[in-house]
């Protein structure tokens, strides 16, 4: 596998006619590993994915993703309003797209009207990571091992919903925001808090 992804990454550098010493200079990773990248003699991780895509300007998931054997053309679409609703403690989640089997990813439509941490229902966690974008309003995330943030409307956080996590609404609208959590591999994870 890893030297497959090489051979892509090798392929679109030469596409552009980019030497390894130019695409060295532009990404600030070392000939050296660029090598092995492309040899299949080391790892390929996001973070390395990322830059060297943003210089190759290819999307990244060219060198992250191999294509499923078989032909795939799946796609799901909820309608403004339509998604399935799930009540929680000052929260309501919208499931979006949810007709798809054996998916990855559980998308919400997220509206928080929790004003403090007990109004919220306290910690929850869960299985997996959790992304969230703000849509409106102003988010405070609170997690076990980091101090409270705050994310306003356009902010997006990722985090290992493992980590104990709390939502909370500040100012007088309530918080409209979207939220993904993968699925673990051994089933679905209950919605939070409800």
Known sequence: MQGNVGSKIRDARKEQNITLRDLSERSGLSVSQLSKLE???????????????????????????????????????????SGIL??????EFEVLCSDFRDKTNIFWRVTLRARSFEENGGWRSHSGEEFIHVLSGSLELHTIHYDPTVLQPGDSILFDGEMQHAYIALGDEPVIMLMSNTVPRDGLPAVAGV
Request: proline content about 6%; aromatic content about 4%.
């Open 39 to 81: 040899n299949g003699k080391a790892r390929l991780t996001v973070d390395v994915a990322l830059m060297i895509a943003g210089v190759l300007h290819v999307p990244v998931a060219s060198f992250l993703f191999s294509p499923k054997p078989g032909m795939q053309a799946r796609r799901s679409i909820t309608r403004a309003g």
């Open 86 to 91: 799930h009540q929680g403690n000052a929260m």
